[in-house]
């Protein structure tokens, strides 16, 4: 198992772009189309000519998927067994043992959204032009 750069903050954006989120997760776009069909929990909204468009929650489970894999050396079946445990707890989400610093990273990115009107407009345009394509 290697030691991989510390991941960035996630920005306080709705979506994000397939490129984004590989950027985010510090993997490869075709990995994540790869884990995609592995992992039933990522599923993407697609629009336009089939674009992916993930949210927050989804790069956070595609950065503990990463943690099992690259991190903890667990396998694809392994990484899926873990995470239909954690999901099957009681209280899930606050999982214990050797997800506890990946949890305390994720919960360190959980801060209240403040935003201006200006970002909030922003995001309320994005949002439109997801739904409304046109």
């Known amino acids: 198992m290697t030691t991989h ?9 709705r979506y994000f772009t397939i490129g984004e ?3 985010l997760c510090a993997v490869k776009p075709h990995v994540l189309r ?10 993407p909204m697609k629009r336009r ?16 998927i990463r943690d099992l894999l690259y991190e903890q050396g667990f396998t694809i079946s ?8 954690v999901d099957q707890e009681p209280g899930a989400g606050h999982e ?3 997800d506890a610093a990946l949890d305390a990273a994720n919960m360190a990115e ?6 201006d009107s200006a970002e909030l407009r922003r995001e309320l345009e994005e ?6 394509f046109e």
């Open 127 to 132: 949002i439109r032009s997801l739904l409304f």
């Open 78 to 85: 392994g990484a899926r067994n873990r995470l239909q445990e």
């Open 5 to 13: 750069p510390v991941l960035p903050p996630i920005p306080a954006k």
């Open 110 to 115: 959980r801060t209240p959204l403040a935003l």
């Open 21 to 23: 989120v590989a950027q």
């Open 49 to 64: 000519g089939n674009r992916r468009y993930y949210q927050h929650h989804e790069v956070l489970m595609i950065r503990r």
């Open 96 to 98: 214990q043992g050797g």
């Open 34 to 43: 790869y884990w995609e069909q592995e992992f039933t929990q990522l599923r």
